[in-house]
């Protein structure tokens, strides 16, 4: 349950949602996909798509692979033999060919804009002037802007003292110690409230941390962190002595904050993400941070209740602040810096900040300073720099369109609602609330955000970057004490995903994704339903997974199950999480059935719903090519398979498995379509067949 929009940040190792559709820790609103993405120049064999050469027919199949046996391999066969990943990526499928064509054409924008051909575009000289300082390398070498914001945590002798120079990293969007943001009120959905969250490790999952773990890479990985710690400290000026004395300290620190956090498959359930607390609540029982003085340095003076979502993790982190030598938690804070900033300095500390990544996520080759310069404008001011790229990817007519594909997908869910079996009739009149409360947020905002109050003077990248994340920090501290905008969007609509988010009761589908070969273009109805009809659906579901029904319409965390509901609809997950804890990944790495629950259920609930609804279309307007249900059936399902092919390097993989709420792709579309009877006799496969799966998982 992550609104997050405060969370602004230019990178997340940490992925913080398990709300969107693709996955790889690309989930968290407003945080870059920390898989690098690919060169330039993409491979000979791809072709990028762009909107004046839509992909439109179903991609070609490998006919040696019976649909039956394994329907992954028959749809995708051709499409990853073909498709090798680029050096600078950890994985490739289509929507990082959609991604990599996006980025051209923001970087258009952008040259444009700083050639001051801007035309009537109020933020063209601010966009054009960030693009500018971003691209200039040479002058990111500039120590003294790090060394400036670092003299501040050289102040930090006492309790007040760390608390202030803790602050100033959460309004820069960092995460050390915890991690603060506002967020929807669960009792009050209507409002925001400053919610506070586990946080303070610097690696994917606590599971990185564990001493016992018998898995050999996280062991690896646990060692390459620490070394990567000491060379950030060591460019940053301390003595290699230092630098790793001072690295195994803010290890062993990390290792206690993560032994107190609670565990993801935990944290899907709302009881660990919300408890109202006072402020004399943080004082009794967190009494290790001077919160007053916290509060004081993030302009949150007169704020009372909070959300704090793991109390015992909360009072844990703070005894553990307040029994840390000063001399430790200045090395922690330097490196919170050091690591939340480090894309914006000088090339010693890009490539190791690299390193990181390549060791997690198995890239080979850092993506070039253009796409890294896009990205970080497409999160400065997303609502600036993608005004003309919706203009020319959807357009007015296209939004209309898209809007109104999803809302034949709320109406298949309310059909099929309306004769679900083991709902119960009170707990179905709640449910068509909820469908009716949806607001459906596709393409682009109906209203553009203002950039007036953000001041960009290209005079460092460093600077700048602290301006943009001090703005986004009070953009959404702004907020407080007033009835939330249900037509904001969260995110950029530059953004290659779909949303669901409980609380707000919305769906938002960004118009960078809703183009061939996902919407749009040439695609046949089949077609379509099957891609971005089934990540309707999907994201439609997911107001029902084992997450989302415990919020209703107006994004209440509340129980509007009755108790007889509620036990049919749990029995019928866990036939889902056995089945995808049967997956094997790598040797000795398995799917995590319960915390991919919520995302296979939206899954095999999104493409049901998306085969419902392009049944009632073709009833609607039937077909004048003559082409039979079984026609667009299997034209659907292919689509559906082909728009999930993706390879993907072992590093990832492991990572992924680890850390994403989503299952690797060949289980999404294997594991989904093995549960359909409408696949089955589609395909004509029988029982025993691998792709007919026994006993049949049934939800929706
Ligand atoms: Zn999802």
Redesign the pocket.
């Known amino acids: 349950m992550y609104d997050a929009v405060m969370r602004f940040q230019f990178r997340s190792r940490v992925p913080l949602g398990?709300?969107?559709?693709f996955?790889i820790a690309a989930c968290a609103p407003a945080a870059p996909a920390p898989v690098v993405p690919a060169s330039p120049t993409a491979p000979a064999n791809v072709a990028p798509p762009s909107a004046s050469a839509p992909v439109a027919q179903s991609g070609p199949v490998d006919s040696s692979v019976a649909p039956c046996d394994d329907f992954y391999g028959y749809a995708c066969g051709p499409w990853l033999a073909s498709h090798p990943i680029p050096d600078d990526r950890g994985s490739l499928g289509p929507m990082a060919l959609l991604y990599e064509d996006m980025l051209l054409k923001l970087r258009a924008i952008l040259e444009r804009d700083a050639a001051g051909k801007g035309g009537d575009d109020p933020y063209a000289a601010k966009l054009g002037a960030l693009w500018s300082v971003c691209m200039d390398e040479g002058r990111a070498e500039d120590p003294k802007p790090l060394a400036r914001e670092l003299a501040r945590i050289a102040a930090v002798k006492d309790g007040p003292t760390f608390a202030t120079a803790l602050a100033r990293l959460h309004a820069l969007g960092a995460s050390p110690l915890l991690t603060v943001s506002v967020d929807t009120d669960f009792v009050d959905p209507t409002l925001p409230i400053v919610t506070v969250n586990q946080g303070g490790i610097g690696l994917p999952d606590k599971s990185y941390y564990a001493a016992d773990t018998t898995d050999p890479r996280k062991t690896k990985v646990r060692a390459d962190y620490v070394a990567h710690i000491a060379a950030m400290l060591a460019l940053a000026g301390e003595s290699p002595n230092d630098a790793s004395k001072d690295a195994a300290a803010i290890m062993a620190f990390e290792t206690k904050l993560a032994a107190l956090s609670i565990e993801r498959v935990a944290m899907r359930d709302p009881k660990n993400q919300y408890h109202a607390t006072s402020r004399a609540w943080l004082t009794q029982k967190a009494g290790g941070v001077a919160w007053d003085a916290w509060l004081r340095a993030l302009g949150l003076e007169k704020t009372t209740a909070f959300n704090v979502g793991q109390p015992t993790f909360l009072t844990g982190a703070a005894s553990l602040a307040h029994d840390t030598p000063p001399a430790v938690l200045r090395a922690y804070l330097r490196w919170s810096t050091i690591d939340t900033m480090a894309r914006t300095l000088g090339r010693a500390f890009v490539a190791e900040d690299f390193r990181l990544e390549q060791s997690l996520y198995g890239a080979r080759e850092l993506s070039p300073r253009w796409k890294r310069c896009v990205r970080a404008v497409n999160y400065a001011m997303p609502e600036a720099v993608t005004v003309p790229f919706v203009k020319d990817v959807l357009g007015e007519d296209g939004k209309a369109r898209a809007s109104k594909l999803v809302g034949q997908l709320l109406t298949a869910m309310r059909a099929n609602l309306t004769t679900l079996a083991w709902m119960d009739d009170a707990t179905r009149k709640s449910a068509f609330e909820k469908l009716d409360g949806v607001v459906i947020k596709a393409g682009y905002p109906d209203r553009w955000r203002s950039y007036d109050a953000l001041d960009i003077a290209g005079d460092s990248y460093f600077d700048d970057s602290v301006r943009v994340r001090l703005f986004a920090f009070q953009w959404e501290a702004a907020k407080l004490g007033k009835p939330y905008d249900r037509n904001e969007w969260f995110l950029s609509p530059a953004t290659v995903d779909a949303f669901?988010r409980w609380t707000q009761n919305d769906l938002t589908f960004p118009a960078a994704v809703l183009r061939p070969p996902f919407f749009g273009g040439t695609m046949t109805r089949a077609m379509e339903y099957g891609a971005i009809g089934m990540i309707a659906g999907?994201?439609v579901v997911?107001g029902f997974d084992d997450e989302g029904r415990k919020f209703d319409a107006r994004g209440q965390n509340r129980d509007w199950w009755t108790p007889a509901s509620a036990e049919a609809f749990e029995k019928r997950t866990d036939c889902l999480r056995t089945q995808f804890d049967g997956y094997t990944v790598l040797e000795g790495v398995h799917v995590n059935g319960k915390l991919t629950a919520?995302?296979n259920l939206?899954?095999l609930g999104g493409l049901e719903t998306a085969y419902r609804a392009l049944m009632a279309a073709r009833r609607e307007n039937p077909d004048a090519g003559g082409r039979t249900e079984t026609d667009d059936a299997k034209e659907m399902f292919l689509a559906y398979a082909q728009s999930w092919c993706r390879n993907i390097r072992d590093e990832t993989l492991h990572t992924m498995v680890s850390s994403d709420?989503?299952a690797p792709p060949k289980y999404r579309v294997n594991g989904t379509l093995s549960n359909m009877s409408e696949f089955a006799s589609a395909f004509a496969c029988k029982a025993g067949n691998p792709m007919v799966h026994a006993p049949r998982c049934e939800v929706w």
């Open positions: 398990a709300l969107c559709f996955g669901s999907h994201e997911h919520g995302e939206a899954d709420p989503h």
